[in-house]
Each structure stands twice: as C-alpha cells, then as structure tokens.
C-alpha cells in the first residue's frame, strides 16, 4: 500500500494552518507557465485533449451498461466523447460496496489519497483547462485556474478542514471520576468516526471542477463514497478527475468504486433518481434555486449542501476614483459574460447622482461611465472574447436579450465573433418590478435609480436576504455611510467588497481565506468551507467498559 499520507504530510500542515490564517496561500500556481509546470505541459495538455476527442472514455472497472455522451464545445463543435453510463441502483450498489472499506480505513488513509489525487490532477491542469474550456465556454486561462489551480485549492481547504475537524478530539481516554472514599469509577472510552453514507456531487455547467471538489473531496475525507454526477454538458472535467481518484485508490490497496461517474444525457438525466435513493445519504448541489427546492422536498433522508441562485449587487454612492471604478466595474460586468455565481447584476445609484473625484455625477453619467469602460475594455474582439468567453448555452444569451428589453438600453450587447462569445447589456430600469427582481443569468446588468444612498443600502441589502446573494459591492466616501453598509450586508448574510478600482474584483473568491458563500441568505446553505460545511459529513460513536482502578 503506497504511504501518500507520509509524501504530503508537510502539504497537508501548511494548508490546515493557512485554513486557520486566511492569509493569502496556495500550493498550486494559477499562472499556466511551463516555467512551473514544465517546458512541455502546455503543448502535452492540447495533444492529451486532442486525444480525447472522439473516442470512448474509459475508466478501469468502472460499471458500464452502455455509454453516453453530448457535449458540445461552446466555441464550436461536438467533443464526441463517450463514457461509460449505469443505471442509479447500479452505481448505488457498487458505492455502498465500496463503503464499509472505505469508512474503515484510517484517517491518514483517506487523508492521503485525497491529497494525492490533489497533486496529481494539479500535475494535469492544462489538460483540465482545455476540458473546461471547451465544456464552460471559459477562455481558456480562466478554464486553466477554474479547473486546475483554483478547484485543487479548494479542494484540498476542504481536505484541510475535514482533517482539523476529525482529529480535534482524541479517538479514546481513561475516564476516572473520583467516589471519595469509595474506589473511583475507572471507563475506557473510545470513539469511532461514523460516516453518513452514500455521497452525491451534482457538478453545474460553468464551474464543474471549482464548485464541484469542496464537496466531493470533503466527503471523501471523511469517509463517504462519493457519486459524481457531472452536468450533461460539462462532463470531462469531473470525469477526469474520478479516473485519477480511482487510479489512487488502487495504488492504495482500496476499492475503486469509492469514487463513481454518473454520466447522462440531456432528457434522459438520472439526478431525481439518484438524489432520492434512499441509500444517498449527502448532496452537493450547485444551480437553479428551484431543483435546489425539488431537492429539500423529496430528499428528506440527506444532509443537503447547497449553492442556488441570487442577485449580486453594487451599490454606488460616491467615488475618489471614478475612472478606476468604471474600469473595475466593466471588468466585472464582462467577465465569463456574467455566468459566474458572483457576478454583479443591479447597480443601485442615488437618482440625484454621486460626488466623485470628477466632480457631481448624474445617474446618467453614471451608466455612461460604465458603458464607455466596456467599451474600451472589449474594444478588440480577440480581447473581449478572452475575457467574455463564450455562452454555455444559446437559452442563456436569448434570455439575457429579452431582460434587456425591459429598461432603456444603456449598452447593447453584442457578439466578440468568437464561438457563443457576447458582451453585456447595460439597462436602466425605473420601479420596483421588473426583470432585475431575480437572478438574471448571463451578460445583463441593471442600472437601478434610489431615492438617496440610505435607499440603494437598503435596496442591495434587502434584496440580497429576500431572494439571496454572494456577493455585494459598495462605492462610497463616507466612512459612516460604508460603516451602515457593512452592518446591513452581513445581516442579510452577504460578503461586501468597499471601493474595489485596481487588480482585484468582487468576482473573485480566494480558497484559504474567502469563506465562499455565507450560507446566510437563500444563495445557498453552505459555506466554502467552513467547520459547518465539514463536520455534519460524519458523527462519533462511543464504546465504553469499566476498568479496574490502578491502585484497586
């Protein structure tokens, strides 16, 4: 049996004291340089995603009934890869197999594997970026960072924090209560870690690596088998993945099936069946806040992690650097095409405009100011398309094009002629109802007018606990006023970001120290990942007898 645990055993110390730290760290570089990662990574993870293409999927003893497959790169054209497909009591069956072995095995054991498999699949991000690429629509240095670095990063804070959390107590004691005169009443205790079960990790569309390890690798850590079960059009990156789990828990002398595929197809998905199973015992879930429902209704037998929709805010209020805001703001707007669960969707402005560095601004100018940044930043197509990619699906630009009409077109989206690639639509909307009310997914953005800046707080705030919220961003001078802001933010249980102008964006969410989700409004019910998110995956079973005092 290879020893991981002794191989990463200085990896897995560093990232539990940096889970701890929230300083900035990470052991996995997110530049994709063959400085790094080798002289040839760059052109070994095309040639290896060439490969793939056209061709059955195959993964070593895998259950297989028949083999399915669908995607369709974004960018253009079909990836024509087959995997191997079972039925849900099939791939159940063969989890709970696995189970008791795996839930057997020493913590060390599975903490190894996992920070094994972390390594390996960090070794292969190249080709992770291009199976994100062209599964997403990401370009592909956000693909390479989404599927490689960033999801290893999040994985193994996962890891990190199930480690910390199964060894917090001893495993066993001598308990010996003094009686007085009487002899003391001497108990040996031990305690055994019990894992929940069958696991379930539902990957989404646009983020199937970054959204779906936290979960995957959590309960894995902690002793559940795990079935993944990848959205029908982003595959491959979650399939990748378990082939290298499975290859490690062999290497490890432990069963394969610890880990499984559930691939499907559009119209014929085999989620429902799996979620209410009444062996599954976990679910990860990321996407719409209605299958999210569905899930709480029918699957009352699992512990349900969830990441669902919301309406992301920014609240204007006043600047020192309006140029710098814009620009910060329209890159924000435009990245991914605004499918990113913290894409910023209503900007709240005062109706009576904002003070800033330039002088008074007026609503108007406002939205002029941030419809002239896009433009600059997207002025060259093959710019714009690195940064919008491409829409993961045709619906997704069509709804975003009906949203729009409902306001005055402040910015017309458009086309970069890269694949499904588009910019945003920038629209002033004047009311308290209308398309901007939900989360509008994809390149649209809303220009809200407020009566004062107390207004535009209370409006980001509100909406953000009401229909939920991951992120929140605000543009103030006021220290005072910023000081209101913060408090009602995390009363509605959203993360703010204040006067964000230079590198850093209210998209962006750091393993090791952003705390992903809140799990405080209706965007979701975990937070990534945190002591909640980890320690619900398994509980502690005593098993107690007497022993004979020393000095009896």
Known sequence: MADFMSRHGDLLSRAVEASKARAFWTPFPEIPSGKIYGESARTDGAEAFAALKDTPFEIAGHPEERRVGGEVSPWGGALGITYPAACPDTLIEASESAFDVWSEAPVETR??????????????????????????????????????????????????????????????????????????????????????????????????????????????????????????????????????????????????????????????????????????????????????????????????????????????????????????????????????????????????????????????????????????????????????????????????????????????????????????WLVAVDGPEGPQEDECFGPVAFLIPCDDGEAAISAASGIAASKGAITAALYSRDEGEIDRASRAFARAGVNLSVNLTGGIYVNQSAAFSDFHITGGNPAGNASLTDTAFVAPRFRRAMVRWPEAPKHA
């Open 111 to 424: 903490i190894g594997v996992c920070l094994e498999a972390l390594t390996r699949l960090n070794a292969m991000s190249f080709l992770l970026g291009h199976a994100t690429e062209h599964t997403t629509g990401q370009a592909f240095p956000m693909a390479f960072q989404a599927g490689g670095p960033h999801a290893q990063d999040r994985g193994l804070e996962a890891v990190a924090a199930a480690y910390d959390e199964l060894t917090r107590h001893a495993a066993e004691a001598l308990w010996e209560k003094p009686q007085g005169k009487r002899p003391p009443i001497v108990i040996r205790k031990q305690w055994h870690i019990v894992p929940r079960g069958v696991a379930l990790t539902i990957g989404c569309n646009t983020f199937p690596n970054w959204n779906g390890y936290p979960g995957l690798f959590a309960s894995l850590a902690t002793g559940n088998t795990v079935i993944v079960k990848p959205h029908p059009g982003a595959i491959l990156p979650l399939a990748l993945t378990v082939r290298v789990l499975r290859d490690v828990l062999a290497e490890a002398d432990l069963p394969r099936d610890a880990v499984l595929l559930a691939a499907d197809e559009r119209g014929a998905e085999i989620t429902e069946d799996l979620v209410t199973h009444s062996a599954t015992r976990i679910v990860d879930y990321t996407g719409s806040g209605t299958f999210a429902s569905w899930i709480r209704r029918y699957a009352g037998q699992a512990l349900f992690f969830s990441e669902e929709t919301g309406v992301n805010s920014v609240t204007i209020l006043g600047t020192d650097d309006f140029r710098g805001m814009c620009a910060n703001l329209a890159f924000s707007l435009s990245l991914y095409s605004g499918q990113m669960c913290t894409s910023p969707q209503n900007v709240y402005v005062p109706r009576g405009g904002i003070e800033t560095d330039e002088g008074p601004k007026t609503f108007d100018e406002v939205g002029a100011g941030l419809a002239q940044a896009i433009d600059a930043l997207l002025e060259d197509r093959d710019a714009a398309a690195q940064i919008c990619g491409a829409i993961v699906r045709p619906e997704v630009a069509e709804r975003a094009a009906e949203a729009a009409s409902a306001g005055r077109v402040i910015r017309s989206g458009g086309e970069t002629g890269h694949g499904r690639s588009a910019t945003p």
